[in-house]
């Protein structure tokens, strides 16, 4: 069964730019999305089809889908944004699948 | 806004069937333009997808639940449902509907706990 593998934590200093990479077999053939996920909460999508961005997620969320790894990138990282990370995988194939989970933490 | 809000027992027995219930309001559940969804997250655990259903009754299921899961439609309740069969502890989890579309999942219910316990 296919598999997409994310760090399980990354840092990032306030204002600074946070990177979370998530790895598959062939990924960039595929259509990847990006979830938030705070305490308590249900998921938040924040990025889909590789690079786009639903109304009301703010421009410092961006995405990127080439050769193996999609990478979601979060410029002026601010505190609010301290969270897990989920990305997940499509196509007609794979169906759907979700990595295991990035936790944010901003300090 | 298509929302969906899901509902059920939140204790289920040992090799029982836990059945959830995913009401969709603010539109109609027919619509050609999405696909509905059950995705789970066992406590302090990543998410799981267990399946999704189109409009047009097509069903789609995670290979690793596949011999167990049911997904269905009424659209005379715009409601779509979820069923398990032969429940353990591992499928403790909090269970969460979803709204899709472009191979993503746009909007989520808030979640309901199910505890798998005698």
């Known amino acids: 069964s296919y598999e997409l593998t994310q760090p399980p934590s990354v840092s990032v200093s306030p204002g600074q730019t946070a990177s979370i990479t998530c790895s598959g077999d062939k990924l960039g053939e595929k259509y990847a999305s990006w979830y938030q996920q705070k305490p308590g909460q249900s998921p938040v999508l924040v990025i889909f089809?590789?690079?786009k961005r639903p109304s009301g997620i703010p421009e410092r969320f961006s995405g990127s889908n080439s050769g193996n790894t999609a990478t979601l990138t979060i410029s002026g990282t601010p505190a609010m944004d301290e969270a897990d990370y989920y990305c997940q995988a499509w196509d007609s194939s794979t169906v759907w699948v979700f990595g295991g989970g990035t936790k944010l933490t901003v300090l | 806004q298509l929302q969906p809000q899901e509902s059920g027992p939140g204790l289920v027995k040992p090799s029982e069937t836990l059945s959830l219930t995913c009401t969709v309001s603010g539109g109609s559940i027919t619509s050609s333009s999405y696909y509905w969804g059950w995705i789970r997250q066992p406590p302090g655990k990543g998410l799981e997808w267990i399946g999704s259903?189109?409009?047009?009754?097509?069903?789609y299921y995670n290979p690793s639940l596949n011999s167990r899961v049911t997904i269905s439609v009424d659209t005379s309740k715009n409601q779509f449902s979820l069923k398990l069969r032969s429940v353990t502890a591992a499928d403790t989890a909090v269970y969460y509907c979803a709204r899709g579309r472009l191979g993503t999942y746009i909007s989520w219910g808030q979640g309901t706990l199910v505890t798998v316990s005698s």
């Open positions: 259903i189109y409009y047009s009754g097509n069903t």
């Open positions: 089809q590789n690079t």
